[in-house]
């Protein structure tokens, strides 16, 4: 499968980098302490113009570490021009990394990393290592509950209040979260803001029309409250595009959405184990979700394990419940009664 690329008209001069790198590379490689050395940004996805920088990451034994980074580098770090080209030079302790949880824009940096020197394979072993456990299109859970957060309460809200300028404000970061959900339904890593929307556009799988999507979701119009009407009506129109994407290729079955996914599987576990040890909850989600909605309800803690109180949630109306939870609740009480649960 093809992975999201650059795709730009402006000239690119990647082979001019590549020329410079190699020039350097002894440079870099002949320092005590430099374990591996791997190509980052821009130009290890393949496109380079006069606005770029090489970005190098330097692998160091842990004493080489300390001694650079308490003000004693053999070469300036950061930002740095070095001849005719400008450098940003990165250290990381290896040892360390090797520990470290990486998040998932460092991890989307280092899927596109080219590795420039090696010796002993050690970076080869990391990476592996690293990008062993790709995203997976369910834990677009929490950038989808993010979006419709923004998009929905946070949009009805200041539609309703007519500061419209406030209420773009809540759709764009709506935007945002509904774009790195879209990688995450392509199993991709989420890229750094920068380049967020440019790759969206090559990813394997979007939404039909994209390029006519993302103007809608990005565009503020006049600033009317008819301008944030409509960009909210184009942002759940994507919204449930992604939603029933995911579903289709996960759990076909499903009756909700992703967003819901998390608090449904939990009640399904309070039910299929009655009484549930307390053990296998904390395995899933900590105790104190007990104590909101809709748990509080009808799930109580007894000593070591978690009663459900069966009459409680039967009889429970979904509609004095907040929206949210209430779709849950018919959800499950649908299944109950129909005998899947």
């Known amino acids: 499968m093809t992975r999201p690329y650059v795709n730009l008209t402006s000239r690119n001069r990647i082979q001019d980098f590549q020329n410079e790198i190699s020039r350097r590379l002894n440079d870099f490689t002949s320092l005590d302490g430099v374990i591996g050395i791997t190509l980052n940004g821009g130009l290890s996805r393949g496109y380079g113009d006069e606005l770029s920088e090489i970005d190098l990451v330097l692998y160091l034994e842990t004493g080489s570490y300390t001694l650079w980074s308490s003000g004693r580098s053999p070469l300036p770090l950061g930002i740095t021009l070095i001849g005719d ?12 990394e090797q520990q470290n949880q990486w998040d998932s824009v460092a991890l989307w940096d280092l899927s596109y990393a080219r590795i420039l ?16 456990d790709p995203p997976r299109r369910l834990q677009a859970e929490g950038p989808l509950f993010q979006c419709w957060w923004y998009f929905r309460l946070a949009g009805d809200i200041w539609i309703h209040r007519g500061d419209t300028v406030q209420g773009h404000a809540m759709l764009n970061k709506a935007a945002i979260q509904l774009i790195e959900a879209l990688f995450t339904a392509n199993c991709e890593y989420v890229p ?5 929307i440019h790759f969206s556009r090559s990813l394997a799988w979007t939404p039909p029309d994209w390029e006519a999507l993302l103007l809608a979701i990005m565009g503020t119009g006049d600033f009317s ?5 409509t960009r909210q009506a184009a942002i759940e129109q994507v919204w449930e595009e992604i939603d029933a994407y995911i579903i289709s290729m996960e759990r076909p079955e499903y009756k909700l959405n992703v967003m819901h996914i998390t608090f449904f599987d ?7 184990e ?8 904390t395995k899933h989600i900590s105790l104190s979700v ?18 459900v109180d069966k009459d409680k949630l039967l009889t429970l109306n979904p509609e004095k419940l907040y929206s949210w939870y209430s779709a849950i609740i018919k959800q499950l ?9």
């Open 266 to 272: 939990l009640l399904k576990l309070l039910l299929t």
């Open 192 to 196: 750094h803001e920068k380049w967020l």
């Open 85 to 96: 080209y400008l450098y940003d030079i990165k250290i990381l302790d290896l040892e360390e």
């Open 274 to 281: 009655d009484p549930l040890p307390v053990t296998e909850w």
């Open 333 to 341: 009480l649908s299944e109950i009664r129909n005998g899947v649960l």
């Open 117 to 132: 020197y090696d010796p002993v394979g050690r970076i080869t072993t990391l990476i592996e290592a690293k990008l062993a």
């Open 290 to 307: 007990l104590s909101g909605e809709p748990f509080i309800r009808f799930a109580s803690v007894h000593q070591d394990h978690i009663i």
């Open 225 to 229: 409250r008819q301008s944030l009407i």
